[in-house]
């Protein structure tokens, strides 16, 4: 195998496990003994819990143990924030495991039942009385900073107070003074203005959440299999929470089905999961249904955002400035105060030059399911109001939208661009990626077809977005900076055996991504074995590194080069005990493709498979050498890496109904050196799909009361094949400087692109009909409702 | 009260008394052992839990194993033909028509049941025929050529 | 989710059903369960016994009786799509059924248990009631039949009795009429936001003597129309406003225009709304699919 490996879209390894369904996912782990937990939640969404009557649910068929708020006190210790913004003023208000006095959202735990039986369970559940004093709800985070708002929270962690439900104000600012900018721009140019609603989305992975706890009594050892994107923070955590010693804990997340970030937070119900194993002595599980998945699983974005943009009349921008409100629902999550901050404020520039600008970010508790990170976090939240404030700036000018971005893009660079939220991107190259998009879409020719115009009723839009991204997390002492209570490196472990084969063993945490695969190419590459001799080892914290997570496009990026480097190390190793066994100097060693050589001398070579042999063996070392080939690498990123890209959407909207179809979307994406293309393209697809639901589709609602109306797969659409044109993806490859392999990131750049290019490609099929804003989803009703308005104005 | 069926499941069959709330899905995963049939929701909308009764697809959530008595069940593990894939298995596996993997089971079925249909289906009769299965990981796009795929090779093989 | 715990009984025949029925006040009847399943699950029912009549094999099967279809009680949606029987005489019934849920439902879900259910936003009710169908049900007192538009009563409910069954259901024939169901589809649930059914003929006017000592030429019109509205109201809706614009009009864009637009008056004011489509905007684009679904009977017709 040589290093053609590295761009080959080989077929994943993971796959054959996964189409015959022998692959174990959480819910399919039975141990012996085991009993099953159902978590009794809340039907109110703010109320007072004056009385709690459970013993018709003890005595029930099956009925091990019902355990109430009062029941865990001392056993399990309020749910941490992990994310603590400085200079934000944070208000981390408690977060206990089971509510007590106060529920907060449809879906606050406030019994959990153990049974026999998950039937058992259920039947227990509706035998338990709960007596509620209802109290005033608000869903809306930018009324639930309001004056006369509902108080969620008495007190914050610390005895404070939480005046307007504000658990912080972040500000980020800079460049030149962004209050002039506008004074200037509404004397002498232009100013757009626009509220933005990015709606509560549901992530909807399709393996609902779950945790099976095996606590042994003898040793006090506890396992805790759960569905996680980041199994050694779920470790760490849990072992705050349950109090079982880090040491004493190991956290396995088996096969996963999908994340997009609802599976980096820990949750109440693991922890209340690992509590019962360990009070009753053993195994239990507890797997969430879907509807409780709506319930009390974290949604993503859910924010109001009042945005404007200053620019010169020839489209040139100078200042941006904006309000968020960022709903945080009932409790800070795991992550959540830096997703609309940090993961979105520093990345407000985008692709652009923006010469000043400034944002205020207020998080806010609300009495909905806690907001946490989803496909893009923040990303999508910057990408959608820059791109819309651009397309709408060129619709003021009567620009093309493509010309403007063309007047604002940050020219090509290829080794660091400092830009005002004092990021520095690593490489990029916006306009070239825009005309390459263009050209291959025919964009003038579809125009062309766009002024032919409308035909039964139905109107042609394009839309365009281009995006630059924030991945690779991240630099540790950044981490520190930003109050990210952690570190963001990722470890790897290579360990070769006598026969040349090679185990991996990676802390971070795929699922579903592919790695497998990805990561055997990046060994096979560094060092000449065949990728099917390697075995990745990944998801149990009992015998991988550390690390810490897969989320925010990191895990190629930031775990790769750990693996990387690490087989780098051995490749170093290697050729020393070459040479000496090919009774050469080191400095006289050459390596190609697996095997070591003495420079000009390609018969004197041993191979990689030699070297395992021998230095397992250890029978011929040099002096000094030890024995085995094995290296760790615990890799630091010393910058973020920033892939890019620019995306195309067509639609047709019918003006009769109000109804809009996706006829077509071209993805140009550059996440640097693909090292397997088709993994590469099925993750761009996924993400597309993911934004293009948030455009058309998705969107949790709540009622006045803040029960959620969309509590289903019933209610809360998600997109489905038959609601879908064939997507056309193109990249191009633009190294990033600092990286070992030169690689970026892939996983969320569809989704970052993605709504914005539809929102845009909608706004422009119904602009000339006088629409100016439609709030997401683009349901038929809404787009309707806007074209008879637009008519009767 | 307790009834008892009999099943055949991939060739085997298990006989149980069970309640007669029991969904078939459950009687999968509990009684015959075998964890591929997945449930992904509580309202017969993701098709996660799709398998075989008596050839003909159906979502084993909304059927109670009672109803199944009697029937020819096929789930994931009995596609194959021992170590030979079945040519959607070989399909999806060739043209990346899965990520996560937990909706595969029943997208295969799916899949299946839309081949039995269907011999050669355009992409757009591809796309009607998995509306009842929701995957969040792909885009539709690899699983749609997996599809294609796999019908040219059933169609090949036919010849 | 998991249901709550029940009796299950099966019945081998209607009339061991309908013994059941009197035995077990309350409990509820199962075919293909794709109605039932989900309720119980949800525990918005929790009945004390379940009467599973999906193995009564005088309930299955479609056939052509006289001038007319009778399709047993227990054909599921996917036989009804694909059969040439419905596809003959009553297309719209066909393409109807081939428009529930999806594929695997289709072929669980039965036309007795979906009619029985009389769930608004289900297709077939609508498409029945365009084509003049009737309901037929055994009970404590025998067999009688009850036409569609006497049988749906609300949201929900029906005149069906505590211990009557649905045996089957008899379509008149639209052979030589074209008919055509056209639907707006909730994107989450698949149920009809708006589902419309029409049946159409396409004949002549004129041309006899009379006419001609008039010198009146033979005029091409609509005849027979049949046209009924659902998923926005608590029960499908003839619309006979709409059915009046067509009979003895010429089949034009502006004859199926005009009919189209009188749909609003026919569907009335109790409206059906939610989340993601209000009543009122259900009301307004109605007329929009009335006319389409005009258009594609019309396209059939003759």
């Not at chain 2, 992904?40 to 009672?66: F, H």
């Not at chain 3, 009549?53 to 799509?81: K, N, V």
Request: with cysteine; glycine share 12%; hydrophobic share 40%.
């Amino acid at each position: 195998m040589s290093s053609r490996i590295f761009g080959s879209g080989i077929r994943r390894r993971e796959d054959p496990r996964l189409i015959t369904g022998s692959a174990t996912y959480t819910h399919d782990i039975v141990l012996p003994g085991m009993a099953h937990a159902a978590m009794l939640r809340s039907s109110h969404a703010h109320a007072r819990i004056t009385r709690i009557d459970t013993e018709k649910a003890r005595v029930a068929p099956g009925v091990v143990a019902v355990y109430t708020g009062a029941d865990i006190e001392g056993g399990l210790q309020p749910m941490p924030c992990a994310w603590l913004l400085p200079d934000s003023e944070l208000k981390v208000a408690p977060y206990p495991c089971i509510a007590r006095d106060v529920v907060r959202y449809t879906g606050d735990i406030v019994a959990v039942v153990v049974a026999e039986t998950p039937y058992q369970a259920q039947d227990a559940l509706d035998l338990i009385e709960v007596h509620y004093d209802p109290l005033p709800t608000v869903i809306d985070p930018e009324q639930a900073a309001g004056a006369d708002a509902p108080k969620l929270h008495a007190k914050d962690i610390n005895g404070e107070d939480i005046p307007g439900n504000q658990a912080f104000h972040w500000v980020v600012a800079g460049g030149g003074d962004v209050d002039a900018a506008f004074s200037e721009a509404a004397a002498n140019g232009v100013v757009i203005k626009e509220r933005i609603l990015q709606q509560r989305l549901i992530p909807n992975a399709m393996e609902p959440r779950g945790a099976v706890a095996q606590y042994n009594r003898a040793t006090g050892e506890l396992t805790l299999w759960n569905t996680t994107q980041n199994p050694h923070i779920v470790r760490f955590l849990c072992s705050v929470v349950t109090g079982v010693p880090e040491d004493k804990l190991r956290v396995i997340a088996p096969e996963v089905g999908g994340g997009f970030g609802s599976k980096i937070a820990a949750y109440p119900a693991d922890f209340i999961t690992v509590f019962c194993s360990k009070t009753l002595g053993r195994p239990v599980k507890w797997i969430e249904t879907r509807s409780e998945n709506y319930q009390a699983t974290t949604h993503g974005r859910d924010h109001v955002q009042d945005v404007e943009l200053a620019a010169t009349k020839d489209g040139k921008i100078t200042g941006l400035r904006c309000t968020v409100h960022a709903g945080m629902g009932a409790y800070l999550s795991t992550a959540a105060p830096g997703i609309p901050t940090i993961l979105h404020g520093l990345m407000l520039s985008g692709c652009y030059t923006i010469p000043a600008l400034k944002e205020d970010v207020y998080g806010v508790y609300t009495n909905g399911v806690p907001v946490e990170a989803y496909r893009g976090a923040g990303r999508p939240e910057a990408t959608f109001m820059l791109e819309r404030l651009i397309d709408m700036l060129a619709g003021e000018l009567d620009m093309d939208p493509a010309d403007v971005r063309r007047k604002n893009f940050i020219p090509k660079f290829d080794d660091g661009h400092e830009v005002v939220t004092t990021l520095n991107y690593d490489s990029g190259d916006y306009p070239g990626a825009l005309e390459k998009l263009l050209e291959h879409t025919g964009y003038q020719a579809l125009r062309e077809k766009q002024k032919a115009g409308p035909s039964n009723g139905r109107r042609l839009g394009l839309g365009l977005s281009s995006y630059v991204e924030i991945c690779g997390l991240g630099p540790s002492q950044v981490a520190g900076a930003i109050g990210f209570q952690g570190g963001l490196w990722e470890s790897a472990i290579v360990r070769f055996h006598p026969t040349g084969k090679v185990h991996v063993f990676i802390g971070a945490s795929p699922h579903g991504q592919g790695e497998e695969t990805t990561f055997a190419q990046i060994v096979a590459a560094e060092i000449g074995v065949d990728a099917g001799d390697v075995k990745i080892f990944h998801g149990d914290t009992d015998s991988t590194p550390m690390g810490w997570g897969t989320y925010g496009s990191r895990t190629t990026a930031v775990g790769g080069a750990a693996l990387a480097l690490a087989v780098r190390k051995i490749r170093d190793k290697a050729k020393v005990l070459a040479a000496h066994l090919l009774e050469a100097s080191v400095e006289d060693m050459d390596y190609e493709d697996g095997k070591f050589f003495v420079k000009g001398s390609p018969d004197k070579a041993k191979t990689i498979q030699d070297i395992a042999l021998m230095a397992n063996v250890a029978w011929n070392m040099p002096e000094g050498m030890e024995a085995g080939l094995e290296a760790t690498t615990f890799y630091d990123p010393p910058n973020f890496v920033f892939p890019y890209g620019a995306h195309l959407a067509v639609v047709e909207v019918d003006t009769n109904t109000g109804h809009v179809e996706l006829t077509g979307y071209t993805a140009l994406d550059d996440c640097g050196p693909q090292i397997n293309p088709t993994i590469v393209e099925g993750q761009v697809h996924g993400g597309i799909v993911q934004g293009v639901g948030q455009a058309l589709w998705e969107g949790a609602a709540y009622d006045e009361s803040g029960q959620l109306v969309t509590g289903s797969m019933l209610d809360y659409a998600l997109p489905r094949a038959d609601g879908l044109p064939n997507l056309d993806v193109i990249s191009t490859v633009t190294r990033s400087p600092h990286h070992p392999l030169g690689v970026k990131g892939i996983g969320e750049a569809g989704t970052i692109a993605s709504t914005a290019a539809v929102y845009n490609a909608v706004m422009d099929a119904l602009r000339p009909l006088g629409v100016k804003r439609v709030d997401m989803p683009f349901t038929p009703e809404r787009v309707w409702r806007a074209i008879q308005e637009a008519k009767g104005s | 009260m307790k009834v008892p069926v009999r099943i055949t499941v991939n060739g085997r069959l298990i006989e149980r008394e069970v309640e007669p709330r029991l969904l078939l899905v459950h009687f999968l995963r509990v009684f015959a052992e075998l964890t591929g049939t997945k449930v992904g929701c509580d309202t017969s909308q993701c098709g996660s839990c799709t398998v075989l009764i008596d050839g003909v697809s159906a979502k084993s959530c909304t059927t109670l194993a009672v109803q199944a008595d009697g029937a020819d069940v096929t789930t994931i593990e009995g596609l194959a033909d021992g170590e030979k894939l079945h040519a959607l298995q070989e399909s999806f596996w060739n043209k990346h028509g899965l990520q996560c993997g937990f909706c595969t089971p029943g997208m295969i079925l799916a899949s299946h049941e839309l081949l039995r249909t269907n011999a050669s289906p355009s992409d757009d009769e591809i796309r009607h025929g998995l509306e009842g299965n929701i995957c969040r990981c792909t885009g539709y796009q690899n699983i749609v050529r997996a599809v294609r795929d796999a019908a040219g090779t059933v169609a090949a093989a036919d010849k | 989710m998991f249901a709550a715990d029940f009796e299950y009984y099966r019945a081998g025949s209607v009339a061991e059903a309908g013994q059941l029925l009197a035995a077990h006040p309350g409990a509820k009847l199962l075919a293909g369960g794709h109605s039932l399943i989900p309720l119980l699950k949800l525990r918005l029912a929790a009945p004390a016994a379940v009467i599973d009549i999906g193995r009564i094999a005088e309930l299955r099967g479609i056939s052509t009786d006289g001038d007319g279809l009778r399709i047993g009680a227990l054909a599921t949606h996917a036989e009804i799509a694909a059969s040439d029987a419905v596809r003959e005489h009553a297309a719209a019934l066909a393409e109807a059924a081939g428009q529930i849920g999806d594929p695997a439902v289709r072929n669980r879900g039965t036309i007795g248990g979906n009619v029985a259910h009389a769930d608004p936003a289900s297709d077939l009710p609508t498409v029945l009631a365009a084509l003049g169908a009737t309901v037929t049900v055994a009970g404590s007192g025998g067999e009688r039949s009850i036409a569609v538009g006497d049988f749906f009563t609300g949201v929900m409910t029906t005149s069906l009795g505590e211990n009557d069954l649905l045996t089957s259901i008899r379509v008149p024939s639209a052979a030589g009429r074209g008919t055509a169901y056209v639907k707006f589809s909730h994107p989450a649930s698949r149920y009809a936001v708006i589902g419309v059914a029409v049946s159409l003929g396409i004949g002549t006017k004129g041309g006899g003597w009379i006419s001609k000592i008039k010198g009146e030429q033979k005029e091409t019109v609509c005849t027979e129309a049949a046209v009924a509205v659902g998923g926005l109201v608590p029960t499908p809706v003839r619309c006979g406003a709409v059915e009046a614009a067509l009979n003895d009009q010429p089949p034009t864009a502006e004859t199926f225009a005009a009919a189209a637009a009188a749909a609003s008056g026919d569907i009335g004011d109790d409206l059906l709304g939610d989340v993601f489509a209000s009543g009122e905007y259900r009301k307004a684009v109605a007329p929009v699919y009335v006319r389409r679904a005009i258009e594609a009977a019309a396209g059939r017709a003759g």
